[in-house]
C-alpha cells in the first residue's frame, strides 16, 4: 500500500496517499507518480517503471539511527564533502513535516527536467524558494498558508478520494521520511532533520534507485529486526 498517510504540516498526523497530494499541487502526475518499491531486491526495482526521478523513505526513529545520525555528520564535518550548489535542499523545522519536506525535495530537484503545472502551487513555491538558503525555506514553509490549503481537503481522504477513518492510522510510531535524488552525476540524501544533504557518490538518472537503495540496504542493517520500512519511487506513470 502506497506510502499510506504522510504526517501532516501542523502536526494533523495525517495527509494521503502523495499522488493525490502532488496532483493538488501542480507536479504533473499524468507523466510521473509515486509507486511502490516491494523490496530493495533487484526483482522489485525492475517492476519499477523508469525513468526514476526521485526516491522516497520511511524509516521509525531509533536511539541507533540517532546515534548514527550524529557520528555521520561528525564524519563529514572532519572529512568534508562535495555538495552541487544546484542541489534543492530545506531544513525541517516542525515535527510532523517531513512528509511534505520529502516529497518537495524529490520534486524540486527534478523541476528542471518536469516543470510544475503553470500558476500552480508547486510553481509559485519552487519560484519564491529558489536561492533561499535551507532555513529561509524551512521558514517560508512553515509560515505558508497555502500550503494548509494544499493538505485540507487532502488530509481527509485516501487516493482513491475515499474518507479516511482515523481509527485505522497507527500514530504512536515515530516515522521519519527522506529523499533521495540524483543532481549532476550525484546522489544525494536529503533529510531535513540533518545538517546538510549527504552526498552518497556516483549516480545517474538510470541507476538512481538501485543507488537509493544501496543505502537503504544500509538503514536496514542497521536496524536488524525491523520491518516498518516503506520506499516508493517517483517513476514514470504507467496506467495498469
Known amino acids: 500500500h502506497l506510502l499510506h498517510y504522510l ?33 530493495t531486491e533487484d526483482w522489485a526495482l525492475e517492476m519499477v517503471p523508469g525513468p526514476v526521478l526521485g526516491v522516497v523513505f520511511l524509516y521509525p526513529i531509533k536511539e541507533s ?24 535542499y530545506m531544513k525541517q523545522t516542525v515535527g510532523n513535516a517531513c512528509g511534505t519536506v520529502g516529497i518537495l525535495h524529490a520534486c524540486g530537484n527534478v523541476a528542471d ?8 502551487y508547486l510553481e509559485n513555491f519552487m519560484a519564491t524558494t529558489k536561492g533561499m538558503n535551507p532555513d ?19 488530509s481527509t481522504t485516501n487516493e482513491a478520494g475515499e474518507a479516511i477513518d482515523p481509527s485505522t492510522i497507527e500514530t504512536d510510531v515515530n516515522t521519519h521520511f527522506i529523499c533521495f535524488s540524483e543532481v549532476n552525476g550525484c546522489l544525494y540524501e536529503l533529510d531535513g532533520r540533518k545538517a546538510f544533504p549527504i552526498n552518497h557518490g556516483e ?23 525491523e520491518h516498518r520500512f516503506t520506499i516508493v519511487a517517483l517513476a514514470a506513470a504507467v496506467d495498469m
Open 113 to 120: 527536467r518536469v516543470p510544475p503545472k503553470a500558476d500552480s
Open 203 to 225: 549516480s545517474s538518472p538510470e541507476t538512481l534507485l538501485s543507488d537509493a537503495c544501496k543505502v537503504i540496504k544500509g538503514f536496514m542493517e542497521r536496524d536488524e529486526g
Open 65 to 88: 539511527t540517532e546515534e548514527f545520525r550524529a557520528a555521520e555528520k561528525a564524519r563529514i564535518e572532519a572529512e568534508g564533502q562535495v555538495v552541487d550548489d544546484s542541489v534543492y
Open 136 to 154: 529561509e525555506i524551512a521558514e517560508y514553509l512553515n509560515n505558508d498558508d497555502a500550503m494548509e490549503e494544499q493538505h485540507g481537503e487532502a
Open 7 to 39: 504526517h501532516h504540516l501542523n502536526h494533523h498526523h495525517l495527509v494521503p496517499a502523495p499522488i493525490q497530494f502532488i496532483e493538488k499541487m501542480g507536479f504533473p502526475v499524468e507523466s510521473y507518480r509515486f509507486t511502490d518499491v516491494f523490496s
